[in-house]
């Protein structure tokens, strides 16, 4: 057992006598035979006791270092002892024994902000390039249907044909004195 993960080998399973009541002709049994196969599975055993470096959980269930070599089990014994004759480094070769991070490392913040933002500053200049390479390559010249010259004289034959009179275009012209209302 690992930090609370347990590897089991289950072995394949024969069910070859299942008897199952076969519904069609109500008297006959039918022989079952299943074959389930499951090979090594590594399961997460939640009722082992976890170690997490939290800042809302300042003391885990268990120690950081589960198995002391002998130099940290006789720091061990040590311990038990004045703590006024442990050095410095002992103390914290003991801190380190019960916790990886102190809360200062617990709160330093990662460097992982400046990935995130490198990749959406990469994809925001992919995206343009691809939008400059589509304008000149892929898209010709902007259709004469879209200069200003043909969009009035579009929109005049409209008024002049009355385009949708009731609710549309129409309704804003006034034909009298030739302007928009």
């Known amino acids: 057992m690992r930090h609370g993960r347990v590897t089991r080998f289950y072995p394949p399973l024969l ?22 196969h499951v090979g090594h ?4 055993d939640c009722s082992v006791p976890q170690y997490n470096n939290r800042l809302d959980t300042p003391l885990p269930d268990v120690p950081f270092v ?21 050095s410095k480094e002992e103390k914290l070769a003991l801190y380190r024994l019960s916790f990886e991070l ?39 010249d902007v259709p004469h249907t879209l200069s200003p010259e043909w969009v009035e004289q579009q929109t ?10 009731v609710h549309g275009f129409s309704t804003k012209w006034d034909y009298e004195k030739k302007q928009w209302k």
């Open 15 to 36: 069910a070859a006598d299942a008897d199952v009541p076969c519904f069609d002709s109500g008297a006959a049994v039918q022989r079952l035979e299943t074959r389930v």
């Open 41 to 44: 599975v590594d399961v997460l």
């Open 66 to 86: 589960r198995n002391l070599g002998a130099d940290q089990k006789k720091l061990k014994e040590k311990e038990k002892g004045a703590w006024t004759s442990l």
């Open 102 to 140: 102190t809360y200062p490392e617990m709160k330093r913040g990662s460097g992982e902000w400046k990935t995130v933002l490198g990749g959406i500053f990469f994809f925001l200049g992919f995206t343009g390039l691809l939008v400059w390479w589509q304008r000149f390559s892929v898209f010709g």
């Open 156 to 165: 005049q034959r409209m008024l002049d044909m009355r385009v949708n009179p």
